[in-house]
């Protein structure tokens, strides 16, 4: 791996929720050389095959150039950012003066990569009086988070590197990473006869591959697996009782309803070999360490909340706590999720969760003719229009709001149903960062320099939200003056102006990150003016883990702020001790609170609940967006990045194969109740009967060189329902989708002229 150095540049990956660094060199605007960046904090070198190709995102055909705006006939045209700002500013403070400010609702917040940008959207909506908002973590994590919110408070991280036992559920780490370093811990792992892996999985990933224990499950049957482990470690007495009575509430509630679980017929349902569930739980609860990671496998299918109660069960009931290798609660740079934000949604009461609404309920909240229907949408870095379930109904919905703006680096398939189209620089041509600061003890944040100047024509977000801001005329700019002087004089004088300034005007701190954008940003150095946000984050992270930010190395505040700018490769930001777990638990007594009635009903219930959800229409599981070696949500358009799996095929069993009779290579249509459409079949062993997987990322429109457009595979959420989703959080069932599949007949087969394959 290569050091940063004159002809290499510091950045990161922007591919998953790791974003590894790298080190790129840049030659005539392109990505020309990209290697894992060894002096990165976090990643240390490593990255998968995907950064190697960044340059088909940084210098696609379909990047945008100029602020479009839409024509009555539906074509756009381009016009002068000062008059996008203008109109786009009057357009919505219209609607809030009209309808409430409580009508515009904002999407968005940040791709995989560019979290930054979405810290000065704040502002905007504040100021109109907007609170509404959904994004990607609405349709994967809200379930997870409030079962979290409940139990400690926060969120947790397992220290895989050190786990004697790994559990990954409906998790295939080796494709999706999510932790640093991922394919290196997993190969450590599997060569040590110390340790275990554990996958719960329908799917032989290429984690399951290289599992001790693979249990493979029936598709949406997860529950009855994790309710059986649970009942295993409870039955047979493998739990950890002193632990349990120092540091955690509600656990005889519990253990009474873990007591009653038929294990052996909870293993029949779910297809796993009882003996098998019962080795796994022992070697759990027998473990020196143990640490679990749940994904999109059981938070998009049927009981997701249910099951992020349930696996937390095994490493709680088991002690895997504050300790070397186990569960740990981390520290946090900006919150992914907003405290407190808890409530409904103005028209259909579906729950909010973090602040966050369902995606799912989105096209309901604007489809009516309810009085607090949404009137505006403002979308950045997010396309809804292709992520959210059911795309038809959320282009219908769209279609109806009176403003809809969109931020983005390229004409996505949510930008053309919009009345504006701002174009942002690149996540390469301004300064980013993520909040994906998730790791225990050592935790990392990377402010990521720009590698080369933005597009023409092109703005960072930052400048987009604070020229909206100007615009509305919220805050007088003489009341910035003293701050900007202060700025100018260093941080010790800005940081003394801005308390006095916020004593002064509370009201400044209702919109700080245009406030430090507008009076640090300038006096940073050249590049970094977006930057000014992470000022007062980093005097919070100060101020909320004093000790662990002192054993980072930064005095205070300013010390953090200043290596953040400084550190091309990033930086540790703290440093926990393992008995900090306990005090990062929210609640007064610093334990857990492992009872929730809603949780435990549905516990009980399960011996009555159905297991399947397909019928004689539609018979087979489709998992609509797998995540395999080329795909990366809807970030790289380009499809020419993709050597292998280039039209994203539909993967079947064996054995439907042979009953349906398709052929590798051959074509299949598969329809479910939303939707139809066809797709290149791949036989393939790793698939149940019964259970077939399309990838996520494809159903892109992309223009060719010769100006044509080109749409690869298939769009997974055409075939998804908006309805089928989770009770508790609504988050999308997108991996339990009921199908049918049927074989293409080509045209020649058809004519007679070659045989018809069976």
Not at 360 to 370: F, G, K, Q, R, S
Not at 687 to 714: R, W
């Amino acid at each position: 791996m290569t050091e940063p150095t004159a002809d290499w540049q510091a950045s990161a990956c922007i591919l998953c929720e790791c974003n590894c660094g790298i080190v790129v060199q840049v030659q005539d605007r392109r990505l020309a050389r990209i290697r894992g960046d060894k002096q990165h904090p976090a990643s240390r070198g490593y990255t998968c095959n995907k950064a190697l190709r960044l340059d088909h995102y940084q210098n696609s055909r379909n990047r945008l150039t100029s602020p479009m705006r839409r024509r009555p006939d539906g074509t756009y045209e381009e016009i002068d950012w000062d008059t996008a700002i203008a109109e786009i500013a009057a357009g919505l403070q219209a609607i809030a003066t009209t309808h409430g400010g409580d009508k515009i609702m904002y999407y968005g917040g940040g791709g995989q990569g560019n979290h930054l940008g979405g810290a000065y959207s704040g502002a905007v909506l504040k100021a109109l009086g907007s609170h509404h908002r959904s994004n990607a973590l609405a349709q994967e994590k809200t379930g997870e988070h409030w079962v979290d919110a409940h139990f400690y408070g926060g969120h947790t991280r397992g220290e895989f590197e050190h786990a004697e036992v790994s559990v990954f559920v409906g998790k295939n780490p080796w494709m999706s990473q999510s932790f640093p370093r991922a394919r290196v811990v997993l190969n450590e792992i599997s060569k040590d006869p110390a340790r275990s892996m554990v996958v719960i999985d329908p799917v032989v990933t290429d984690t399951a591959k290289m599992a001790d224990f693979h249990l493979r499950v029936r598709p949406g049957t997860d529950a009855w697996c994790l309710a059986a482990l649970a009942g295993v470690l409870v039955q047979e007495k493998l739990c950890d009782e002193d632990f349990l009575a120092q540091h955690v509430n509600g656990v005889d509630a519990v253990r009474e309803v873990l007591a009653e679980v038929p294990v052996g017929e909870y293993a029949r349902r779910c297809g796993v070999d009882e003996d098998l569930v019962r080795a796994v739980a022992r070697r759990i609860g027998t473990a020196g360490s143990v640490a679990v990671f749940e994904d999109l496998g059981v938070q998009q299918s049927p009981n997701s909340t249910l099951c992020s109660y349930l696996n937390k069960m095994l490493w709680i009931l088991t002690g895997n706590f504050g300790k070397r290798g186990a569960q740990h609660l981390h520290s946090s740079f900006a919150p992914l999720f907003r405290p407190g934000g808890v409530g409904r949604t103005p028209v259909t009461g579906a729950p909010i969760i973090g602040g966050l609404m369902p995606s799912n309920v989105v096209p309901e909240e604007i489809l009516t003719d309810h009085p607090d229907r949404f009137r505006a949408l403002i979308v950045e870095s997010s396309n809804p229009a292709h992520s959210v379930a059911d795309s038809g109904a959320v282009a219908r919905a769209f279609a109806e709001l009176e403003l809809l703006v969109v931020i983005d680096v390229a004409m996505t398939e949510t930008a053309r149903l919009a009345h504006y189209v701002l174009p942002a620089a690149s996540q390469f041509e301004k300064v980013e960062a993520t909040f994906f600061n998730l790791e225990f003890p050592h935790n990392t944040f990377h402010l990521r320099h720009r590698l080369m100047e933005p597009l023409p024509g092109t703005l960072p977000e930052p400048e987009i939200w604070a020229r909206l801001m100007r615009a509305l005329g919220v805050v007088d700019d003489a009341e910035l003056t003293p701050l900007r002087r202060a700025a100018a004089q260093g941080l010790p004088a800005f940081t003394e102006a801005f308390l006095a300034a916020v004593g002064a005007n509370p009201g400044l701190g209702k919109v700080l990150p245009f406030v430090l954008y507008e009076t640090l940003g300038p006096s940073l150095p050249e590049g970094l003016s977006g930057a000014a946000a992470l000022w007062g984050l980093a005097q919070k992270a100060a101020m909320t883990y004093p000790e662990a930010v002192r054993r980072a190395g930064h005095a205070d505040g300013n010390a953090l702020f200043e290596a953040i700018l400084t550190e091309r490769s990033g930086v540790t930001f703290t440093v926990h001790e393992y008995e900090d777990d306990f005090a990062l638990i929210a609640h007064p007594d610093r334990r857990i609170a492992l009872e929730m009635p809603e949780m435990l009903a549905d516990i009980r219930a399960l011996v009555d609940t159905p297991a399947g959800r397909t019928d004689a229409e539609f018979p087979i599981v489709l998992s609509a967006g797998e995540r395999r070696a080329f795909t990366a949500n809807d970030i790289i358009r380009d499809p020419s990045w993709r050597t292998r799996d280039t039209d994203g095929a539909l993967r079947v069993s064996v054995e439907d194969a042979a009953s349906l009779g398709l052929v590798d290579g051959g074509r299949a249509r598969i329809t479910t109740a939303a939707g139809s459409a066809e797709a290149t079949v791949e036989v393939t062993a790793a698939m149940l009967p019964g259970h077939a997987a399309l990838p996520n990322g494809y159903g892109l429109d992309f223009a060719d060189a010769d100006g044509g457009a080109e749409v690869p595979g298939v769009a997974p959420n055409a075939l998804t329902s908006s309805t089928w989703r989770d009770a508790y959080a609504g988050t999308p069932w997108h991996k339990h989708v009921p199908a049918r599949i049927e074989k293409v007949v080509e045209k020649a087969e058809a004519a007679g002229r070659v045989p018809a394959m069976s």
